[in-house]
């Protein structure tokens, strides 16, 4: 590693990643890392034999019993937080006061306010900070953005998407448990919220109704949002019922058909306003591709940035106001971990 700005380092030799926790999308990621070549050179988990057990399956050196020892290993460069998102603030800032990078899994933080704590020790540390909203980092996206820009949709008015799946309902799982952040809307919701927000740019107005679950936490949310030039969002997310998983872009030439699983690799097709076809997007991705956001965070670290240009941690933050708003309307709080 070499210096360039005070507090900023820029990496020559490859990016060395550690895992923090071993649960379900921890193992997701370190299977796409490795599909694309990069290099792990750490897990730490709460239990050292968990820590081990993932190590072993991955190959991975260093197990570590602790989030602590994880963080204060000299050869981990960026840790990627998987914990539940009660605990993102907390893993976050352990690793940034470590020294280290961290792409944090989505949702970011539980609200806003932990956000910005994030936010102000990485920028005084001079380190990256980058939510793990792989979704924006796929190909397909990238694509759905060039049609956008040139104009091909001609003005955008309208979002509609749904992130809906059939996820269990034990109490203490993390989608139900309040303590762990559960509910649809931050662990699902996010998702079309985020898509809308990067295709219509910021929501400005927002309506939402939903049905809470037994413990509190929001099972069922419908959002409309007006958006800043007027466009509108309608987003529907569920933990009781799949449904679609489609997105759709409108324009007042054309729109875009994004199939299921639309936040997932997928395919979409761009159709005029006469019912002309005009493109058949078929993307051919390996694994699940949640690599693309780490590739990305690798080229902003080799670049000496420390904000990610396709979701900036501002707007990650911003996100995050919408979401408290949706949450206050639905009367939906978390009890503090801290
Ligand atoms: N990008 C995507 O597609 C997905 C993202 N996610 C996000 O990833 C995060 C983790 O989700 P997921 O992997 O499904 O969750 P899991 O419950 O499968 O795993 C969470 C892990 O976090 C660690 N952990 C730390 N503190 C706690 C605690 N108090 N209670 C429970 N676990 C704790 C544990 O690891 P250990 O015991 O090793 O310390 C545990 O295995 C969430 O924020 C979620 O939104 C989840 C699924 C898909
Ligand atoms: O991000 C996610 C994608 O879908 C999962 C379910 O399959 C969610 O639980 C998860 O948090």
């Known amino acids: 590693m070499t ?9 020559t030799a490859p990016i060395r990643w550690g895992i923090l926790a ?52 000299p050869d981990v460069d960026i840790v990627y937080v998987a914990s539940p998102h ?3 603030r907390e893993h976050a800032i352990l690793a940034l006061e470590a020294g280290k990078h961290v792409l944090i899994e989505k949702a970011v933080t539980l609200d806003a306010d932990e956000a910005i704590a994030i936010r102000d020790i990485a920028a005084g540390r001079g380190r990256l900070a980058m939510e793990a909203m792989w979704t924006r980092y796929l190909p397909h996206m990238a694509r759905i953005r060039e049609l956008i820009a040139d104009g091909t949709l001609g003005e955008v ?12 309902t034990d109490p203490a799982h993390r989608l139900n448990a309040l303590e762990l952040g559960g509910g649809a809307l931050l662990d699902l919701g996010i998702y079309p919220v985020s898509f809308a927000w990067d295709v219509l740019g910021p929501m400005t107005e927002i309506r939402a109704v ?16 007006v958006h800043t030039g007027g466009a509108l969002s309608s987003i529907a997310t569920s933990s009781r019922a799949a449904g679609p998983n489609t997105a759709h872009v409108v324009g007042t030439n054309a729109r875009i058909d994004i199939d299921r699983v639309w936040y997932e690799p997928t395919s979409f097709r761009v159709t005029a306003t006469d019912g002309t076809v005009i493109e058949e997007y078929r993307g051919d991705v390996d694994g699940r591709g949640m690599q693309f956001q780490a590739l990305a965070a690798e080229r902003l670290l080799r670049e000496g940035r420390t904000d990610s240009d396709l979701l900036p941690f501002a707007e990650s933050i911003a996100i995050m106001h919408a979401l408290d708003d949706v949450r206050g309307q639905l009367g939906v709080t978390y009890p503090k971990v801290r």
């Open 86 to 88: 009660s605990h993102h």
């Open 3 to 11: 210096d360039n700005a005070p507090g900023t380092t820029v990496p």
């Open 22 to 73: 071993t649960g379900g999308i921890a193992h997701a990621f370190t299977k796409d890392l490795r599909t694309a070549g990069l290099t792990v050179t750490a897990v730490g988990s709460r239990r050292p034999e968990s820590a081990r057990a993932f190590a072993a399956d991955y190959d991975i050196p260093h197990a570590h019993g602790s989030y602590e020892e994880l963080v204060a290993d």
């Open 210 to 225: 939903g049905r809470l679950g037994d413990t509190g936490a929001d099972t069922e949310v419908a959002i409309a949002a």
């Open 157 to 168: 008015r309208t979002v509609i998407a749904d992130h809906t799946q059939s996820l269990p």
